[in-house]
């Protein structure tokens, strides 16, 4: 059973930048795609970006294209978000998760098996 943590959440004013890391203990993220999630209150979890097993290629929703960059580095089992421009609709429980050995369609929530905690992001206006 691997655990993922989430840190690096807070409040933030409209157009600052947050880095978000997800750490992993007790398994590796080499083979394994890894994503971002997002959840508002009152709103069904959402794909915020990932990044293939390989590492060679990332995924990002429209709304957040060009903002944010996801970025892994295996040998610290560590997996980042990147959020730059941040803007209030960007609020939300942000979940790291942790896909199928070496599954693809990465924007699809059912290939992820493992989750963090979450932290919170809060942008004020």
């Known amino acids: 059973q691997v655990q993922l943590v989430e840190s690096g959440g807070g409040l933030v004013q409209a157009g600052g930048s947050l880095r978000l890391s997800c750490t992993a203990s007790g398994g590796s993220f080499s083979n394994y795609a890894m994503g971002w999630f997002r959840q508002a209150p009152g709103k069904e979890r959402e794909f915020v970006a990932a990044?293939?097993?390989?590492?060679?290629?990332?995924y990002y929703a429209d709304s957040v294209k060009g903002r944010f960059t996801i970025s892994k580095d295996n040998s610290k089992n560590t997996v980042y978000l990147q959020m730059n421009s941040l803007q209030p609709e960007d609020t939300a429980v942000y979940y790291c998760?942790?896909?199928?050995?070496?599954?693809?369609?990465?924007?699809?929530?059912?290939?992820?098996?493992?989750w963090g905690q979450g932290t919170q992001v809060t942008v004020s206006t």
């Open positions: 998760a942790r896909g199928g050995y070496r599954r693809d369609r990465v924007r699809s929530e059912s290939v992820y098996n493992d």
């Open positions: 990044i293939s097993w390989s590492g060679v290629s990332t």
